[in-house]
């Protein structure tokens, strides 16, 4: 199949919302008035972010999810995407079924597929989302102040231990129930990004970003950019982690394995915010609204460096081996 025809039939789509998708050199988006626009980029390579025979529709699926949660994380609302995609043959079912859930993810969130790039090679997907937040609201990694709650969306730790169970790591988690691990390869496969929950973030969160490479790591980045007048450090209490059924049901037989999967873990797509105490009341009614919940799991405070600290549930500080997931460590 030659590359133009391959594009027509499964990436070319009606683009209500840009005013030219798909087919010049160009797509072309009105921007609306009195809005930035975000833009994230997210790459997906075979063997390093998925394990080669992933099902496509799932990966389509990803490719999307994991940079809505970015837009998320910035409280900006999706319009518009772009598609890098390498591909090693041309594959029609794969094909259809990746464009499947790339669309219906798409679709949810009123996305359009506005253009991209079909290359041949070891398979690869970036996948570059484009959104829009109002002048002044988007939510930085830099704005946590001293007093600030930490709080964290979902649960944490089912992905990681899917990982964990998929690579034969884990026999403990055998143990555990099969629906329940179930819904732990569901959360890694099919990750929900918190776009309702970012948008309602504006003007309450402080800081915020996704949690993809890990708690203890990402909260890092915002203590780190918020340290500019003086040093911050997140202290999080471990019995306050909202732990995913997965993860909770290991805790017993593998603590190690529990803590350092919802501590360390990547690939959770949650939010984790900072907000001022004043708004605790507001931050239950969003997550009411928006049926996502957010757990309170910890507060800014001042500190000799920039820091996350874990404290355990007999008050000690944790070591956390964790800088999560990092590609070249
Ligand atoms: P150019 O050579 O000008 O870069 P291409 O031949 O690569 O254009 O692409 C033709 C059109 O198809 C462009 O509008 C491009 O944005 C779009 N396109 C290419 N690949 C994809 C894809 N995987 N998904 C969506 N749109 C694509
Ligand atoms: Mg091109």
């Known amino acids: 199949m030659h590359e133009f025809s391959l594009i027509a039939k499964y990436f070319a789509r009606a683009a209500p919302n840009a005013v030219l998708g798909v087919g010049d050199d160009c797509a072309l988006v009105a921007p609306t008035h009195g809005h930035q626009l975000a833009i994230t980029t997210d790459t997906l390579v075979d063997g390093v ?35 890098a995609i390498t591909l090693p043959a041309v594959d029609s079912a794969w094909l259809a079924e990746f464009a499947a859930g790339l669309f219906a993810l798409a679709d949810n ?19 570059t989302a484009i959104g829009e937040v109002p002048i002044g609201q988007a939510l930085y990694r830099h704005g946590a102040q001293i007093g600030d709650d930490v709080w964290v969306s979902g649960d944490l730790g089912g992905p990681p231990l899917a ?29 929900q990004p918190r776009v309702a929950l970012g948008i309602a ?23 780190a950019r918020s340290s500019h007048s003086q040093p911050l450090a997140a202290h999080i209490t471990l019995p306050s982690l909202p732990l995913h059924p997965a993860c909770a049901a290991l805790r ?3 603590p190690q ?9 990547g690939d959770e797509y949650e939010l984790a915010f900072t907000a001022p105490l004043v708004a605790r009341e507001r931050v239950t009614e969003i997550a009411k609204q928006t049926g996502v919940a957010c757990t309170r799991i910890g507060e800014i405070v001042a500190s000799a460096k920039p820091q996350v600290l874990v404290i355990d549930a007999s008050n000690a500080p944790m070591l956390v081996d964790a800088g999560g997931f990092n590609h070249f460590t």
């Open 49 to 83: 972010h998925f394990f080669t025979g992933t099902d496509a529709r799932k990966l389509g699926h990803k490719a999307l999810a994991v940079n809505l949660s970015d837009l998320a994380a910035m409280g900006a609302t999706p319009h518009w995407a772009t598609l």
């Open 109 to 127: 969130f009123h996305v359009s597929l506005i253009g991209g790039d079909t290359t041949r090679g070891p398979l690869s997907i970036t996948l």
């Open 163 to 191: 990982v964990a169970e998929r690579y034969g790591k884990l026999p403990e988690f055998s143990a555990v129930s099969q629906s329940v691990r179930e819904q732990a390869h569901l959360k890694l496969d099919h990750p």
């Open 201 to 223: 973030l504006r003007g309450v969160a402080h800081a915020a970003i996704d949690v993809s490479d890990g708690l203890v790591q990402d909260l890092h980045h915002i203590v």
């Open 252 to 254: 017993t037989a593998s």
């Open 257 to 265: 394995a529990t803590w350092h999967a919802a501590l360390a873990g």
